[in-house]
């Protein structure tokens, strides 16, 4: 099933739309149209999603976006961008994590060029809903696309603008982009350096 989608898209879709960020840089010179940015690539994939799960209707490919890799039960859209092979964490566990988030064209938020990432604890709540739902099932090294539907990310009130933070709509779409990083409480260094008890 998964090589008839990636051949489905690689006939509707257009090539730019698979080419990673550092790729679409570099042929921009070659297609005046080709995306520039983390923000037009993320757009471009739900673009394809969007054609593709309106043929999907009609009976082609099923009932979930082509762009996706799995829906969870609540509605979030995982596509797997990185696959790694490190250990998933567990429930009050820390997690370092980089991310992006993005409404629409609105960056709302962008910490992949941050000397350190962001630290939660999984299940803690400190993240949106769709977000919390998906990284207990991430391991160290995965990045993944996650569209979150609007009653999983700012709900029905959405957010107001603050000082440096945009405005959120109500039951606004959000497009996160994650990777898990670490595990700090079981990075091999520290249990070396502290001992194995």
Do not use: C, H
Not at 15 to 39: D, G, H, K, M, N
Not at 117 to 128: A, D, E, N, Q, V
């Amino acid at each position: 099933m998964k090589s008839s989608i990636v051949v489905f898209l690689s006939i509707f879709a257009p090539s730019e739309a698979f080419l990673s960020p550092t790729s679409q840089s570099r042929s921009t010179s070659l297609y005046s149209s080709a995306p520039t940015s983390r923000t037009d690539f993320l757009r471009d994939i739900a673009a394809v999603g969007f054609t593709a799960a309106t043929t999907a209707a009609a009976g082609l490919l099923g009932s979930s976006p082509a762009y996706a890799d799995e829906i969870t039960p609540s509605g979030v859209a995982i596509k797997v961008t990185k696959s790694g092979n490190g250990p998933e964490p567990k429930i009050g566990e820390m997690a370092a994590i980089r991310f992006a988030a993005y409404q629409g064209e609105t960056k709302i938020d962008d910490i992949f060029a941050t000397v350190e990432p962001y630290y939660t604890r999984i299940g803690s709540g400190g993240l949106i809903k769709g977000v919390e739902e998906v990284l207990p099932k991430m391991r160290v090294g995965d990045r993944w696309v996650l569209t979150v539907p609007g009653e999983l990310a700012f709900g029905p009130k959405g957010r107001p603008a603050s000082a440096g933070k945009p405005r959120i709509p109500a039951n606004a779409e959000i497009v996160f982009d994650v990777e898990m990083v670490g595990l700090p409480g079981r990075e091999q260094e520290l249990i070396e350096l502290i001992g194995d008890e």
